[in-house]
């Protein structure tokens, strides 16, 4: 490996930097309010909650990333447990929506607190054209290179972390935890605590991240592994004391109102009008990390994706006519379509489908890992099966939960999965033999 190649790989601290940049930008500003407004009181528990699913989830992630480090992360797990065929490529693409998904959601939150911070009327369009505008600068930067994203994602990190351990420090000190204000809560049933674990689970699931890096990644057989169990532990506790804080500062009613800003809210009774900007202004740094973060990894499964043949070929040479650096193509695709969303759709809905999304391939891969590769991986059946077990509940709540308050959701969910499980049999049978099998892609795997 020549000198350049090395300066080049991502670190341990680079890998663990991405991961807590996606979950802390999704999960603190992007979902606090909506886990609140959906377990109420019990929120800062749904987040634990949720922190013990992902955990339980990782386990299994973790074995397979040991013992198939690739650029591929997740697609190449499924391939690997399923073979190359519509089942792998159709939870990948799943996947690859989900993360195309959080990114645009991610963007608007951007948009939300840039427009707290600076003092004006958080319009539609203004947020959707700040959140696109995050989207082109973080291609920027992605295009640059490895060594970029290390630099930039690192110093981020540190302080975005440190701020909101100020904040929640602050804030607990001087928190009387109120139980009545402004705006009306409903109690929470069983199926909206669950659905709150679910939607809590979305701040968690940029760990995955993680797994995409085993290709680029110094020391892979050890370092995914440990950069996954490491932004699980730093995250999990970052999300407590937040939540802690934001409950001991505002009402229920409160939170509810201001759901879609509510740490800068929870700021302002202790720091005044001053704390508010400043908490709205971590929020952007927050923001624009995760965004940053997780279009490295879902270009690169794009990438995969295209290698694989579970996709149309998105070429690596040409682009426009002109001569592009490696993965520049596949990182453009992933940005036009991510600020599609962010300008087009009301994406709270679509939040929901991502979690169904995130849930149903969870279970798929946890099954493959059991029903295939654990010879392989050397992964005990137990946590395995209690993965399976625990994911099947969450989900089942939640589809109950969104069944009783918006069944638009659910029929979008079941129209998304017939359109791509239907479009990837019909687009891989192109690729398969006269006996309906598959033809080899493993090189592309790597």
């Given at each position: 490996?020549?000198?350049?190649?090395?300066?080049?790989?991502?670190?341990?601290?680079?890998?663990?930097?991405?991961?807590?940049?996606?979950?802390?930008?999704?999960?603190?500003?992007?979902?606090m309010?909506?886990?609140?407004?959906?377990?109420?009181?019990?929120?800062?528990?749904?987040?634990l909650?949720?922190?013990?699913?992902a955990?339980?989830?990782?386990?299994?992630?973790?074995?397979?990333?040991?013992?198939?480090?690739?650029?591929?992360?997740?697609?190449?797990?499924l391939?690997?447990?399923y073979?190359v065929?519509?089942?792998?490529?159709?939870?990948?693409?799943?996947?690859?929506?989900?993360?195309?998904?959080?990114?645009?959601?991610?963007?608007?939150?951007?948009?939300?607190?840039?427009?707290?911070?600076?003092?004006?009327?958080?319009?539609?369009?203004?947020?959707a054209?700040?959140?696109?505008?995050?989207?082109?600068?973080?291609?920027?930067?992605?295009?640059?290179?490895?060594?970029?994203?290390?630099?930039?994602?690192?110093?981020?990190?540190?302080?975005?972390?440190?701020?909101?351990?100020?904040?929640a420090?602050?804030c607990?000190?001087?928190?009387?935890?109120?139980?009545?204000?402004?705006?009306?809560?409903?109690?929470?049933?069983?199926?909206?605590?669950?659905?709150?674990?679910g939607?809590?689970?979305?701040?968690?699931?940029?760990?995955?991240?993680?797994?995409?890096?085993?290709?680029?990644?110094?020391q892979p057989?050890?370092?995914?592994?440990?950069?996954?169990?490491?932004?699980?532990?730093i995250?999990?506790g970052?999300?407590?004391?937040?939540?802690?804080?934001?409950?001991?500062?505002?009402?229920?009613?409160?939170?509810?109102?201001?759901?879609d800003?509510?740490?800068?809210?929870?700021a302002?009774?202790?720091?005044?009008?001053?704390?508010?900007?400043?908490?709205?202004?971590?929020?952007?740094?927050?923001?624009?990390?995760?965004?940053?973060?997780?279009?490295?990894?879902?270009?690169?499964?794009?990438?995969?994706?295209?290698?694989?043949?579970?996709?149309?070929?998105?070429?690596?040479?040409?682009?426009f006519?002109?001569?592009?650096?490696?993965?520049?193509?596949?990182?453009?695709?992933?940005?036009?379509?991510?600020?599609?969303?962010?300008?087009a759709?009301?994406?709270?809905r679509?939040?929901?489908?991502g979690?169904?999304?995130?849930?149903?391939?969870?279970m798929?891969?946890?099954?493959?890992?059991?029903?295939?590769?654990?010879?392989e991986?050397?992964a005990?059946?137990?946590?395995?099966?209690?993965?399976?077990?625990?994911?099947?509940?969450?989900?089942?709540?939640?589809?109950?939960y969104?069944?009783?308050?918006?069944?638009?959701v659910i029929?979008?969910?079941?129209?998304f999965?017939?359109?791509?499980?239907?479009?990837?049999?019909?687009?891989?049978?192109?690729?398969?033999?006269?006996?309906?099998?598959?033809?080899?892609?493993?090189?592309a795997?790597?």
């Amino acid at each position: 490996m020549s000198a350049e190649e090395e300066e080049s790989k991502i670190t341990l601290s680079g890998a663990v930097s991405m991961g807590t940049g996606v979950m802390i930008g999704a999960g603190v500003f992007a979902l606090m309010g909506q886990v609140a407004g959906t377990a109420g009181q019990w929120f800062p528990l749904a987040f634990l909650a949720a922190a013990g699913v992902a955990a339980l989830t990782s386990y299994s992630y973790v074995k397979l990333a040991n013992t198939f480090p690739s650029a591929g992360g997740i697609g190449t797990f499924l391939n690997k447990a399923y073979g190359v065929g519509p089942i792998a490529a159709t939870f990948t693409m799943a996947m690859w929506a989900s993360m195309i998904l959080n990114e645009s959601l991610v963007a608007r939150t951007f948009g939300t607190y840039f427009t707290k911070m600076i003092g004006v009327d958080s319009n539609t369009v203004l947020v959707a054209a700040l959140g696109a505008a995050l989207l082109v600068g973080s291609f920027a930067i992605n295009a640059a290179g490895n060594k970029a994203v290390n630099t930039v994602e690192n110093v981020m990190a540190v302080v975005k972390i440190g701020g909101l351990v100020l904040f929640a420090g602050a804030c607990l000190w001087v928190a009387d935890f109120p139980t009545t204000a402004p705006g009306a809560v409903d109690a929470p049933t069983v199926d909206s605590l669950i659905a709150a674990v679910g939607i809590g689970l979305l701040a968690y699931k940029g760990f995955t991240t993680i797994t995409n890096t085993g290709g680029e990644i110094e020391q892979p057989n050890k370092n995914v592994g440990r950069a996954i169990v490491i932004s699980i532990a730093i995250v999990t506790g970052v999300y407590l004391a937040v939540a802690l804080a934001v409950r001991g500062n505002l009402g229920l009613g409160e939170i509810a109102d201001a759901r879609d800003f509510a740490l800068a809210q929870a700021a302002q009774p202790v720091f005044g009008s001053v704390g508010f900007k400043l908490v709205a202004g971590l929020a952007v740094i927050a923001t624009v990390t995760s965004v940053m973060a997780s279009m490295y990894s879902t270009s690169r499964m794009l990438k995969m994706m295209s290698d694989m043949d579970e996709v149309p070929a998105v070429d690596e040479r040409v682009t426009f006519g002109h001569r592009l650096p490696f993965g520049t193509p596949s990182l453009l695709v992933t940005t036009v379509i991510a600020i599609a969303l962010t300008i087009a759709f009301d994406l709270s809905r679509i939040a929901a489908l991502g979690a169904f999304a995130y849930l149903a391939l969870d279970m798929v891969i946890h099954y493959g890992h059991l029903r295939h590769l654990r010879d392989e991986t050397g992964a005990k059946p137990a946590p395995l099966i209690a993965a399976i077990v625990v994911d099947a509940i969450v989900f089942a709540g939640f589809f109950a939960y969104r069944i009783r308050t918006d069944l638009v959701v659910i029929a979008a969910f079941v129209a998304f999965a017939v359109l791509v499980a239907g479009g990837e049999t019909l687009y891989m049978r192109r690729f398969s033999d006269a006996d309906g099998t598959m033809n080899d892609h493993e090189d592309a795997m790597s």
